[in-house]
Every structure is written in structure tokens, then in C-alpha cells.
């Protein structure tokens, strides 16, 4: 059917992907192009930086892999520039969860929801509503016994909890040894506060994997 004359032309939807796992990037970015109308994919890959500005939704992984910032900041980043967020993450701690949330995320949905759902929380988000799955209401109804860690003191737990040994944690962090120290010292400390004792660098693991701050090794 021609567009009427006085009609003014769709306009088309923006659409990028962050995750540092290529097989699902591509196969997300074909996905949208065959499921959701009016949507152009303007970048799929793990570069938050790399996302134009005129994107309008990014869908953003919650662990991209270098460990280099958190979620919360990239949402921060992302939405401090006018571009929606929808987290899509195959993890679904809420410790990991609600600081993005609270740094403008409109709704988490896991890599194992199915199309429908994607689909349903991806439109929402377009729309600039939040979108509340059933998933996202369990995680924020779930009892919460990790302590609220800042965003330097979640890096350096993440890094050394990889396996970095503390001079590399200094150096990814661009800070001094005995910072990184201290910054594990405070998370140890958190710890201690819920109720959790985290001595070991082994006990540091089980917790950030627990928690959500890494994904286990093979």
C-alpha cells in the first residue's frame, strides 16, 4: 500500500547490542531483525563505547568479560546520553541486578527467557516503560545478603577473584598496590557485616561467584 501523501514516514527504531560473547551477539542481532518492526541493529558487539548516540535502546550484558567497569557505570554512561537500557544477562543475582536498575536500566531479562518475552521487554523499553518480568520481580523479592560494595571495591573483587594476582589488580585499576589491598580489605570488612566471613582468595571466588560479580570457572 503507497503511504499516503500527507503521511510522514515511519520513523525507524535504533537498536544496539553490548555482550563479549560473538555467537549470541549475531544471533541476537538476527532475531531482532526478524521479530521486531520498524527496528534497525546500529552496532552488536562488546564495546559500550562503541554504541552511537542515536541509538535509542541499547541491550546491554550485565558481565562483559574485561571486568574493566560495572554495569551500573555503563548504564550511567548510556543513559546520561539519552539511550534507553534493557539488561538481556545469563546472570541473575540481584546484587548484580539492582545497581543497574538503579542507574536508569528499564528491566532484566535473562538470556533463557524465551522469544516472547524478549520481545515484550524489548518494545516496552522502546517506549521508555519499564518492563517487569517475573524473572526481575524474583530477583527483587529475593532475600539479599550481599553487602552493598562501591564500584572500586566490586572491581578489585572481581579482578582478584579471577585470579589476578594483587599487583595486576593494581594495575588494571591504574592504582596503587596497597589501594587495591585496602579495596579488598573493605570488601572482606562488608562482608564480615552480613555475616559472611571471606578470608581466603578461594573464599573471595566462592563469594563473587555467588553473588554474581563473576561467572564460575570451567
Not at 594495575?171 to 573493605?186: D, F, G, I, K, Q
Amino acid at each position: 500500500m503507497q503511504q499516503a501523501k500527507d503521511e510522514p514516514p515511519a520513523v525507524r527504531r535504533r537498536l544496539a547490542i553490548v555482550d563479549d560473547h560473538e555467537m549470541f551477539t549475531e544471533a541476537l542481532a538476527v532475531w531482532a531483525k526478524d521479530h521486531l518492526d520498524g527496528v534497525d541493529v546500529v552496532y552488536a558487539g562488546p564495546d559500550p563505547d562503541q554504541v552511537p548516540e542515536s541509538a535509542h535502546l541499547v541491550l546491554l550484558d550485565i558481565d562483559l568479560g574485561d571486568g574493566s567497569r560495572p554495569a551500573e557505570e555503563v548504564t550511567a554512561d548510556l543513559v546520561a546520553t539519552g539511550r534507553r537500557v534493557l539488561l538481556v544477562s545469563a546472570l541473575g543475582e540481584a546484587s548484580r541486578i539492582r545497581p543497574a536498575l538503579v542507574a536508569g536500566a528499564l528491566g532484566y531479562v535473562p538470556k533463557r527467557a524465551g522469544g516472547d518475552t524478549l520481545h515484550d521487554a524489548v518494545e516496552s523499553a522502546l517506549r521508555g516503560e519499564v518492563y517487569v518480568s517475573p524473572d526481575l520481580a524474583a530477583v527483587m523479592l529475593a532475600a539479599d545478603d550481599t553487602p552493598h560494595l562501591s564500584i572500586q571495591e566490586s572491581t578489585a573483587l572481581r579482578l582478584y577473584a579471577s585470579g589476578l594476582k594483587l599487583d595486576s589488580v593494581a594495575r588494571r585499576m591504574n592504582v596503587s598496590p596497597s589501594t587495591a589491598r585496602e579495596y579488598l580489605a573493605r570488601v572482606r570488612r562488608k562482608y564480615a557485616g552480613v555475616g559472611r566471613q571471606v578470608r581466603t582468595k578461594t573464599d573471595l571466588y566462592a563469594a563473587a561467584v555467588k553473588d554474581g560479580f563473576i561467572e564460575p570457572r570451567d
